[in-house]
């Protein structure tokens, strides 16, 4: 299994340099076939998604997120931006609908 990551121009440069397959979207429809195409590759095991790409598709990312098991998809901070972080009580209860 391997990486395969969806960033904005401003984080990609650093995947790339370490190897791992990279798309650069900049808006909504980008996103959505980067993601298409992450999910339809044969060998990836986890998708990461910087905070700015994520913004265009969080719907769909939530949507793989919560129904399947592979490949594992991982929001993480963009190049020059605060954080922003869902809470674990707020991923469970998203998850399996129970507020923890």
């Known amino acids: 299994m391997h990486f395969f990551c969806i960033a904005d121009s401003a984080s990609s ?3 790339k340099l ?3 397959e990279t798309r650069e979207v900049s808006a909504r429809s980008e996103a959505l076939e980067a993601l298409k ?3 339809s590759s044969e060998g990836v095991g986890v998708i ?3 905070q700015k790409a994520a913004s265009f598709i969080e719907e769909e990312l939530d949507e793989m997120l919560y129904s399947k098991s592979l490949p594992l998809v991982l929001e993480i901070p963009s190049r020059g931006v605060e954080t922003k972080t869902k809470s674990v009580s707020e991923v469970l209860k998203k998850a399996i609908g129970i507020s923890v």
Do not use: C, M
């Open 13 to 15: 440069l650093g995947f």
């Open 18 to 20: 370490a190897g791992v």
């Open 37 to 39: 195409v992450a999910a």
């Open 48 to 50: 990461l998604v910087t």
